[in-house]
């Protein structure tokens, strides 16, 4: 192994073992139910934000993709006036991997379409519970796009979010974007055998993250090359047998310190530079097997969805394709028949502005499912 390589594999073990946490961690010794809040402090917001809610940093318990208990952290924000006593839990999309790509202290990465959707949940009345997932300002390294681990993390910090208020109701609705899209899927599939007490109403996925088997591929002779290395990362997390070092090709490997240092947009910046295929990938492509795996623990729809469901999907979209979330997604969910599954589409939206775009429909679509 040459100096570069050394010097990433250092990089990469440090992102993927050890892992940093903003928030110490007490030991488990009580193994705590998931949703228990361990920790919370009172925190300010962005503009658009604090003038609709006040909010709580919460660290609380949720599980691993095992069932091991792990905490994680994330804001709970309570609508000013406090009118509903409904619980929304949402779904951020894609910040990164390291301890600095965490929204709940990184006000950086709160990207302004989430703000925009989380304020139209807060006029409604609706306290949002808003996970940063396992791995994201907690110990541990970020299992990205491992659905189970992302539907735990949003189940429970609506678990967390009664916790810290009782007169919460049990009824509940998962939203989320991109990364978030997926993690409100798996939170509907999962439902049903984790939430417990709580009533799962309906579940709103905007632009998620699915068949990767068809994403995945293409993406070493496209842009945003930057998503596919965090994707393989974050099966790492849970796959031993998932080497970077093998994977990648030299001027990538060359890149890896990004993942431990900047979140992303630097992230993306650091790859997309790499044109050739070869230069990004040995050989210049996905090993099948590694493809197989990818979407076993990525795609959504692998079991019954447990409530009704809104896909929302902008045509022009360039990082989650429509033809993907239109063609494949839904037909998928659709072949269960065990709940309702609409499609609302925004010709000519971007993968942020069909989040922007869809406030005013998405938010009658939740209240119908409440009430």
Same mark, same amino acid.
């Given at each position: 192994m040459?100096t570069?390589?050394?010097?990433v594999a250092?990089?990469?073990?440090?992102?993927?073992?050890a892992?940093?946490?903003?928030v110490s961690t007490?030991?488990?010794?009580a193994?705590?139910?998931?949703g228990?809040?361990?920790? /919370?402090? !009172?925190? +300010? %917001?962005?503009?658009?934000? @604090?003038q609709?809610a006040t909010?709580?940093?919460?660290q609380?318990?949720t599980t691993d993709?095992n069932?091991?208990?792990i905490?994680?952290?994330?804001l709970?924000l309570?609508p000013?006036?406090?009118k509903?006593?409904?619980?929304v839990?949402?779904? /951020?999309g !894609?910040? +990164? %991997?390291?301890?600095?790509? @965490?929204?709940?202290?990184?006000?950086d990465?709160?990207w302004?379409?989430?703000?925009?959707?989380?304020?139209?949940l807060?006029d409604n009345?609706?306290?949002?519970?808003?996970p940063?997932?396992?791995?994201?300002?907690?110990?541990?390294?970020h299992?990205?796009?491992i659905?189970?681990?992302?539907?735990?993390?949003?189940?429970?910090?609506?678990k967390a979010?009664r916790?810290?208020?009782?007169?919460?109701?049990?009824?509940?609705v998962?939203?989320?974007?991109?990364?978030?899209?997926?993690a409100s899927?798996?939170a509907?599939e999962?439902?049903?055998r984790y939430?417990?007490?709580l009533?799962?109403?309906?579940v709103?996925a905007?632009?998620?993250?699915?068949?990767?088997?068809?994403?995945?591929?293409?993406i070493p002779a496209?842009?945003?090359?930057?998503?596919l290395?965090?994707?393989l990362?974050g099966l790492a997390?849970?796959d031993?047998?998932?080497?970077?070092m093998?994977?990648l090709?030299?001027?990538?490997?060359?890149q890896l310190?990004?993942l431990?240092?900047g979140?992303?947009t630097?992230?993306l910046a650091a790859y997309?530079?790499?044109d050739?295929?070869?230069d990004?990938?040995?050989?210049g492509e996905?090993?099948?097997?590694?493809?197989r795996?990818?979407?076993?623990?990525?795609n959504p729809?692998q079991?019954?969805?447990?409530?009704?469901?809104?896909?929302v999907q902008?045509t022009a979209d360039e990082?989650?394709?429509?033809?993907?979330t239109?063609?494949?997604l839904?037909?998928?969910?659709r072949r269960?028949?065990?709940?309702t599954?609409e499609y609302?589409?925004?010709?000519?939206?971007?993968?942020?502005?069909?989040?922007i775009?869809?406030?005013?429909?998405?938010?009658?679509?939740?209240?119908a499912?409440f009430?």
């Amino acid at each position: 192994m040459n100096t570069v390589r050394r010097r990433v594999a250092v990089v990469l073990v440090a992102l993927l073992g050890a892992g940093g946490s903003l928030v110490s961690t007490g030991p488990a010794a009580a193994a705590p139910a998931p949703g228990f809040v361990e920790r /919370h402090a !009172t925190v +300010g %917001l962005p503009p658009r934000l @604090a003038q609709r809610a006040t909010a709580e940093r919460v660290q609380y318990v949720t599980t691993d993709v095992n069932g091991a208990t792990i905490s994680a952290t994330g804001l709970v924000l309570t609508p000013r006036g406090y009118k509903a006593k409904k619980v929304v839990g949402w779904g /951020h999309g !894609t910040t +990164g %991997l390291a301890d600095i790509c @965490a929204p709940s202290t990184n006000y950086d990465v709160f990207w302004e379409e989430g703000q925009i959707a989380i304020a139209g949940l807060l006029d409604n009345g609706w306290t949002v519970a808003a996970p940063d997932y396992a791995g994201l300002g907690s110990a541990g390294p970020h299992p990205y796009l491992i659905g189970a681990s992302e539907g735990r993390a949003l189940i429970d910090s609506v678990k967390a979010a009664r916790n810290l208020d009782s007169k919460l109701s049990t009824e509940y609705v998962v939203d989320g974007y991109s990364e978030g899209g997926q993690a409100s899927l798996f939170a509907g599939e999962l439902a049903p055998r984790y939430d417990g007490a709580l009533q799962l109403r309906g579940v709103v996925a905007i632009a998620p993250v699915s068949n990767v088997q068809i994403l995945a591929p293409a993406i070493p002779a496209a842009d945003n090359r930057g998503y596919l290395v965090m994707a393989l990362a974050g099966l790492a997390t849970v796959d031993s047998s998932i080497d970077l070092m093998r994977l990648l090709a030299p001027p990538a490997e060359q890149q890896l310190p990004v993942l431990r240092n900047g979140c992303l947009t630097e992230i993306l910046a650091a790859y997309d530079p790499i044109d050739e295929p070869t230069d990004f990938l040995e050989g210049g492509e996905l090993p099948p097997a590694v493809v197989r795996k990818l979407a076993q623990w990525d795609n959504p729809g692998q079991s019954p969805p447990s409530a009704r469901i809104l896909l929302v999907q902008g045509t022009a979209d360039e990082a989650v394709p429509a033809f993907v979330t239109k063609d494949y997604l839904l037909p998928q969910l659709r072949r269960y028949g065990t709940v309702t599954v609409e499609y609302k589409e925004y010709p000519d939206a971007t993968h942020e502005g069909a989040v922007i775009q869809s406030v005013t429909f998405v938010d009658r679509w939740i209240a119908a499912r409440f009430s």
